[in-house]
């Protein structure tokens, strides 16, 4: 008994002491802020899993992997663009740059250059973790994860073998069934019409923003200072996204609340047209350090980047076909900053439904569209602006990796999901202690 709780205070301090660099997200601004932050993790185990990848990454089971030594593992696939933070909420839909709603990850904020296989495995791991939540036997676990391992093995192989487009399209809602196609319909029935309605009123024959609890009206020299990123945010846009000059004109800078002070700046623009709703509203936020780029000492890619802005909208660009014409990136005060369009077309996939009506057969499918995106992702990361530091055809380098042991690649995924959803558990538990006890700095 002793033994156990001498672990048991020592995996604590572990924890406490990787909270303590952990991401911007965990050390919101203001005192209320991190108290309520603390206890929604506290409240769910899912909660905390997702909000600490900080964690995850600090696991020692990573090891040698973060050099691209492992199962899979070899100069090309131990360091491509990866996601770095894809858990089971990290899915949903969005209209991409052709005007066409798509389904596929979301959330690049963590997304750096490392072993592909670490997406597999966070997933995988939130996979087990929200089976036993919803209390799911091992077995029903492990047939998911091998479901998952699955499809995207699959995928991958069909993209490395140049199939046609036509052949691998991404879920669309041409193609979605089930809860995919239900998070891409309710993407459809957004407007702009009405994202603008709740954020903008009409003043003087024009657009401006509301007031509200969460707005912080900007003085003269904030604004000044705001508009001069704004300038240097053009400059990072590509050539395509500049069609039509108007389109930029800003008519209005309102500051975004977090805790104690603004934490954004939501801009609204004059949009495609001269039409009211046409406008666009642009949020420009702090770009966050990536949990795993305190594991993976990338030298290539810090001297390639300015900030974690623009790594940011690298990673996101490289890892998304037809991105957001509106990404971009600038820099205020000195700090990095990421910008991006505030679409009403962007919908998560809502989980709460699947969990509690999904058939096991429904549920199975989900995983393998899941898998299906997750393979997207990757190949989409050995082309276009990311090319400067991954150099190759990713899914293809993934393909023949896993070609090498087809029957251990499932293996590893199922193995490693049960492990790191137990230890994830007995985190939880320990840190609901911690919080209970006054320990976690800032709650």
């Not at 069909?158 to 809860?179: F, Q």
């Not at 004109?249 to 495609?272: F, N, S």
């Not at 993934?398 to 070609?403: E, L, N």
Request: glycine share 10%; aromatic share 6%; proline share 5%.
């Amino acid at each position: 008994m002793a033994l156990e709780h001498d672990r048991t205070a020592q995996r604590g301090e572990e924890i406490l002491a990787v909270l303590g660099t952990a991401s911007e997200d965990l050390r919101a601004p203001g005192p209320d802020a991190r108290r309520a932050r603390f206890r929604k993790l506290a409240a769910s185990v899912l909660a905390f899993h997702h909000a600490t990848p900080c964690l995850f990454y600090a696991d020692p089971e990573h090891g040698k992997e973060g050099y691209g030594i492992g199962p899979f593992l070899d100069e090309r696939t131990g360091r491509m663009w990866i996601h770095g933070d894809l858990h089971t909420g990290r899915f949903g839909a969005s209209m991409d740059a052709t005007g066409r709603l798509v389904f596929g990850a979301t959330g690049f904020d963590e997304a750096y250059v490392g072993p592909f296989t670490w997406d597999l495995k966070r997933f995988a791991a939130s996979l087990a973790l929200r089976g036993r939540v919803t209390a799911l036997g091992d077995e029903q676990i492990t047939g998911l994860v091998r479901r998952y391992a699955g499809a995207y093995r699959e995928r991958i192989h069909a993209l490395a073998a140049g199939a046609r487009h036509e052949e691998v399209p991404p879920l669309t809602l041409d193609n979605a069934e089930g809860p995919v196609l239900g998070t891409l319909r309710r993407a459809r029935a957004g407007t702009r019409a009405g994202m603008l309605a709740g954020r903008t009123g009409i003043r003087d024959f024009d657009r401006r923003f509301r007031s509200g609890e969460d707005t912080v009206e900007l003085d003269a020299a904030t604004r000044y200072t705001i508009l001069a990123a704004f300038d240097g945010y053009l400059e990072s846009l590509p050539d395509t996204s500049l069609a039509r000059p108007d389109s930029y004109r800003v008519k209005d800078v309102v500051g975004r609340r977090d805790g104690a002070g603004p934490a954004a700046y939501d801009i609204l623009l004059e949009g495609g047209s001269d039409a009211l709703e046409d406008d666009v509203v642009i949020s420009m936020r702090p770009g966050r350090t990536p949990a795993l780029s305190r594991h993976l000492a990338d030298r290539a890619l810090r001297e390639h980047v300015r900030h974690e802005g623009h790594r940011t909208v690298l990673a996101q660009r490289a890892l998304q076909a037809h991105t957001d014409p509106w990404l971009g990136w600038t820099e205020l005060d000195g700090a990095g900053q990421l910008v991006a369009e505030v679409s009403p077309y962007t919908v998560a996939l809502d989980w709460s439904s699947v969990d509690e009506t999904a058939e096991p057969a429904e549920l199975a499918a989900l995983v393998a569209d899941l898998g299906r995106a997750t393979a997207d992702l990757h190949a989409a990361a050995g082309d276009g602006s990311g090319r400067a530091l991954v150099p190759f055809a990713a899914e293809r380098a993934v393909d023949a990796a896993i070609a090498a042991d087809e029957e251990a690649f499932p293996e590893l995924l199922t193995d490693f999901a049960h492990r790191s959803a137990a230890r994830t558990l007995a985190d939880h538990r320990i840190f609901v202690d911690l919080l209970r006890n006054g320990r976690v700095p800032g709650a």
